[in-house]
């Protein structure tokens, strides 16, 4: 059994890509568009309950995610790449590194989960649980993620992506991964080199949660944060986010 993947390009600089707990993979076509495909081989993903992967099924945890990562791109032929994770794939990118960091070049980090994780309390997680059935409050917890800023247009849209692209199972099974997995004190040794892309208006991870944590957990970390984005920067910004990335990898070529 293998997840769900696509990739684009032939280029020698391989790159993987992680979506987060809202989006499946579809969550970078903003960006695509911009990558030399001479240049870049892209891979993206779909964790299981996700938009290609929506028929599998799993016990839901960010190390589940993780090792059908390293197992698929071993399949590949993947044996050294860089990996770009938004959200709780930001998470997710940490749990590979901590499994096998020898695979990893450098990483990119979107408005990421720590390894910490995100701990709620008990009237912020009932609201965010309420969202895996009723489009309003997703359709909230959206505005609020992306700093309450955009027009309703924008925000439905991403309800009904959200909506096409998990099932209701694997939302609420990673909901409780990401807010309460915590593998921090196994990131502290790590060397790879991560790039942190923070949005100055995220509601949830916003500058000042990074800098609590990524990077004071991590030792080979920098931060960069784009004005006025909230969690969704690729979407929001996507000439900003692909311009980092690529400055990040450039120094790789």
């Not at 030399?36 to 929506?54: A, C, H, Q, W």
Request: glycine share 8%.
């Amino acid at each position: 059994m293998s997840i769900g993947y696509k990739t684009i390009g032939k280029g020698s600089q391989k790159v993987l890509f992680l979506h987060g707990w809202l989006s499946d993979l579809t969550i970078y076509d903003e960006i695509i568009p911009f990558f030399d495909s001479d240049k870049y081989t892209l891979m993206f993903v779909d964790y299981r309950g996700y938009g290609l992967s929506k028929h599998l099924t799993g016990d839901y945890t960010i190390e589940e995610i993780a090792k059908d990562v390293i197992d698929l791109t071993g399949e590949l032929g993947w044996n050294r790449f860089h990996i770009i994770g938004h959200s709780m794939g930001g998470m997710v990118l940490q749990k590979i590194a901590c499994i096998n960091k020898e695979l990893l070049i450098s990483a990119v980090a979107v408005t990421p989960v720590p390894a910490s994780g995100l701990p709620l309390d008990a009237d912020t997680s009932a609201f965010f649980k309420k969202s895996a059935d009723d489009d309003d409050v997703l359709a909230e917890l959206f505005d609020v993620l992306s700093g309450k800023q955009y027009s309703r247009a924008f925000i439905t849209q991403l309800t009904k992506r959200a909506r096409s692209a998990l099932s209701r199972q694997a939302m609420l099974g990673y909901l409780e991964a990401w807010t309460r997995t915590d593998f921090s004190g196994d990131v502290t040794t790590l060397d790879t080199d991560i790039l942190v892309i923070a949005g100055e208006n995220d509601g949830a991870v916003g500058p000042d949660v990074l800098s609590d944590t990524y990077l004071k957990q991590l030792k080979n970390v920098e931060m960069m944060t784009i004005s006025g984005a909230g969690h969704y920067p690729m979407q929001e910004t996507p000439v900003r986010v692909f311009t980092l990335i690529e400055n990040h990898l450039s120094q790789y070529a």
